[in-house]
């Protein structure tokens, strides 16, 4: 008795561990951090990084133990914000590398650049998923912004604000992962897109916005 009693609290907090964390709907900030197996390549710059990984998964490791989550700047980026003050600059792979910290669109620019010079050969993107809009301190937010790539067996997303350090996949289409991925977010998802570049649709939206707001 003595034996199986402690048997038995150690398999349900082991339990409680592996549950999938609870997201919270009105941030993109992570919930839980992702570390992979192994620690992240030692990298001492930019440059060093390019040349020590080799694919997603190096690069991915080091999100996981590196990325800090930026509240004050998702607020900035808010469309709210922007159409007040102007376009603010996603930081460059360059930037980021020497200070991971940062909102969504500034780790996928991060990872989709990256992945294009290690490994072009996985078709790097952007996933810009558009959900139902948020009103966070008087800050309107609906964009959110993820990194994917191919393999043989399927599409993967990662570098994701809400997930630092997983990678979900193989999915057979882009919108099955949206499908999970809407219902782990608890939130609706209006439309989604895979880019090249996150530049040309952040433009486009500040353009409509400016022609909407116009006398």
């Not at 592996?18 to 992240?40: C, G, I, N, Q, T």
């Not at 989550?69 to 360059?94: F, N, V, W």
């Not at 979900?168 to 209006?190: C, D, K, L, N, S």
Request: hydrophobic share 40%; proline share 7%; aromatic share 12%.
């Amino acid at each position: 008795m003595h034996r199986t009693l402690p048997a038995l609290i150690a398999a349900a907090v082991a339990a409680c561990s592996s549950a999938p964390p609870v997201a919270d709907p009105a941030s993109d900030a992570p919930e839980a951090r992702y570390l992979a197996a192994a620690p992240p390549k030692p990298a001492s710059s930019y440059a060093q990084a390019l040349g020590a990984w080799r694919d997603a998964d190096d690069l991915n490791a080091w999100i996981g133990a590196r990325f800090e989550y930026d509240r004050s700047r998702a607020m900035a980026l808010s469309e709210t914000q922007r159409a007040k003050s102007g376009r603010l600059l996603i930081h460059s792979p360059e930037d980021f590398f020497a200070a991971p910290r940062g909102v969504c669109v500034d780790l996928a620019r991060f990872a989709v650049e990256t992945l294009r010079v290690i490994d072009p050969g996985s078709a790097p993107a952007f996933l810009m998923i558009e959900f139902a809009p948020v009103s966070i301190a008087g800050n309107t937010l609906r964009l959110h912004w993820l990194a994917l790539y191919r393999r043989d067996e399927g599409y993967y997303f990662f570098a994701d604000s809400k997930r630092p350090g997983h990678i979900a996949g193989p999915y057979a289409t882009v919108g099955q992962f949206i499908e999970e991925y809407a219902q782990y977010r608890g939130r609706e998802v209006v439309g989604f897109r895979q880019l090249e570049s996150y530049e040309r649709k952040m433009r486009k939206q500040a353009a409509r916005r400016y022609r909407e707001e116009r006398p």
